[in-house]
């Protein structure tokens, strides 16, 4: 075992995968001799050449169909898109062509790309640095959608991710490059299965579903509600697209409660999938109507102000009392009125 950050785990996956195969490419801005604007590339250039390192133009639509050329040559290009906000000069190009060339050509072409993607907030940036865009891509078929949590998943992801034959979009939670853990680095990333959840913490009173950047947080909520005698159920998704429900399932049957967290906005947002979903599943075992924490409707907030928008610890317990129907100072919702207690 070996203790790093967060980001040195992906740069760990990335040296490993290209020792590997030198099928692996990887192209994007300054990813070169800067080895990126979070250094998650640092040295790759200087160990494996500019042949496998490509400093790209700012043109993220070139970088984007340059890679699709170059998957179809067989090799199996990595992007790395520098920030999340700077997707979508990207998105035609990702899903009109990357999504479906395998479709397209009846099994003839596969497509191999990685695309990491920088997401979230909490670094105190403004719009375009500090977004969540993960939801449009988990709506479009032909794509895989992952999102990591800590050192060993991001180590043992981003080659699980370069192996598959699928277009595969790998969201990094920026605000946790610097969290170290243990990564073990012996590991064989065909031993787990990229499209499985992972159970954070058991619980037999509430399910927390959440991924990437709030999953710290999750763990964090689960500790503070058992001082209340309350046992959280905290589920990693891990895979974005597809969902591995079968896990947040079982966890529902058991718990009859369910609470889904992301930072994303609401509407539209993956809490909507996955409260739909588990109903229309668990509609008999649930106890309370699931509940979203998210981030708001609105644009990015200016960084002073990006804390009021992202779910926090309270908001977040506030999700688990509404669900145990417990009133609040937050918000006081479901706390039985006095008339319903006299009527029990």
Sequence with gaps: ???????????????????????????????????GVFRITDGLQKDFGAHRVLDTPLAE???????????????????????????????????????K??????????????????????????????????????????????????????????????????????????????????????SDPASSDMGAARVVTEGTDVTLVTYGPLVPTARDAAIAASDDGISIEVIDLRSLAPIDFATVEASVRKTGRLVVTHEAAQSGGLGAEIAASITERCFDHLEHAPVRVTGFDIPYP???????????????????????????SLSGLDAPSTTEGAAQ
């Design 1 to 35: 075992m070996s203790t790093m950050t967060f980001g040195r785990a992906i740069n760990a996956g990335l040296r490993r995968a290209m020792d590997e195969d030198p099928r692996v490419v990887l192209m994007g801005e300054d990813i070169g001799k800067l080895g």
């Design 61 to 99: 639509a070139a970088i984007m169909g340059t890679a699709v050329g170059i998957a179809y040559r067989g090799y199996r290009p990595v992007v790395e898109i520098q920030f999340d906000g700077f997707i979508y000069p990207a998105f035609d190009q990702i899903v009109c062509q990357v999504a």
């Design 101 to 186: 060339l395998h479709y397209r050509t009846q099994g003839a072409v596969r497509m191999p790309l990685t695309i990491r993607v920088p997401f979230g907030g909490g670094i105190g940036s403004p719009e375009h640095h500090s977004e969540s865009p993960e939801a449009y891509f988990t709506h479009t078929s032909g794509l895989r959608v992952i999102s990591v949590s800590n050192p060993q998943d991001a180590y043992t992801m981003i080659q699980q991710a370069i192996r598959c034959d699928d277009p595969v979009l790998y969201f990094e939670p920026k605000r946790r490059y610097h969290v170290k853990g243990e990564v073990d680095e012996a």
């Design 302 to 328: 200016y960084s002073k102000l990006e804390f009021h928008h992202l779910p926090d610890l309270d908001r977040i317990l506030d999700g688990v009392d509404r669900v145990m129907r417990r009133p609040n």
